[in-house]
């Protein structure tokens, strides 16, 4: 189990934040701000058969995989959700998310509503749930070509899976309108912060008040 970032370290659950949101709107900008920020936060790398992009690198922005292979990852049990999106297989390996709850560390899962949803039926105490959305489908569009990591086709392919992704925006926890990215991140920073907080992921409160009750004020 980890410890409070406070100068005064309580010990407390790690959390699962999940953050979806349609392709282009700004999930993966927001995460990589989040993980750069903030040290007490490990990205979970998910497993695709999708074609790497130029910008990305194996093993850190995905486990790039053939179909054969995700196939026998996922019939051995290696992996905790999986989901076919836009055409290409995704999953979350299992291991280094389960070994990250028990050690009480903080994991981050850039995953669409699918796997949120299986992961918010399996562990519904340690997650929470972020949905991103864009501040219009004109802008959602433009930051899809402005990536411009992906072909037409596949652009078009990502706006018409858009307005399914947005249809789950009920489920999720928390909901952020990603206008101003100064604004958006500060808000995911505030809804961690906050969760960080909360009682009943902080066990380590119980010792810390009855030491509190103990103590003599002098
Ligand atoms: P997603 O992970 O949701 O598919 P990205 O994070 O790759 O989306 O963002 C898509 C594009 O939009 C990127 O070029 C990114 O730099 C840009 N972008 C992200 N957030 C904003 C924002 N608030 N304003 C303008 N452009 C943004
Ligand atoms: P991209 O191809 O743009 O990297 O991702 C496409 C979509 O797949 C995004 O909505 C992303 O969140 C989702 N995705 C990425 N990894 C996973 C995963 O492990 N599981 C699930 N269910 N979705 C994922």
Request: net charge negative.
């Amino acid at each position: 189990m980890s410890a409070d970032t406070s100068p005064i370290r309580i010990r407390r659950r790690g959390l699962m934040l999940v953050l979806s949101s349609p392709s282009g709107a700004g999930k993966s900008t927001i995460a990589r701000n989040l993980l750069e920020t903030d040290p007490g936060l490990e990205l979970s790398v998910s497993v695709t058969t999708r074609p790497r992009r130029g910008s990305e690198i194996d093993g850190v922005h995905y486990h790039f995989q053939t179909q054969r292979e995700f196939d026998r990852l996922r019939d051995s049990d290696a992996l905790l959700e999986w989901a076919e999106v836009h055409g290409n297989c995704y999953a979350t390996p299992r291991e280094p998310a389960e070994a990250a709850l028990v050690d009480g560390r903080d994991m981050l899962f850039d995953i669409d509503w699918q796997g949120a949803a299986q992961l918010r039926e399996k562990m519904p105490v340690d997650i929470v749930s972020i949905f991103i959305l864009p501040p219009s489908m004109r802008e959602l569009r433009e930051r899809l070509k402005r990536r411009a990591e992906d072909q037409d086709a596949v652009i078009d392919a990502r706006l018409k899976n858009a307005r399914d992704e947005i249809e789950h925006w009920r489920d999720y926890d928390y909901v952020v309108i990603n206008d101003d990215l100064d604004r958006s991140f500060a808000e995911v920073r505030s809804i961690v912060t906050a969760e960080r907080l909360r009682r009943d992921r902080r066990p380590g409160l119980f010792d810390f008040v009855s030491g509190l009750l103990d103590e003599k004020a002098g």
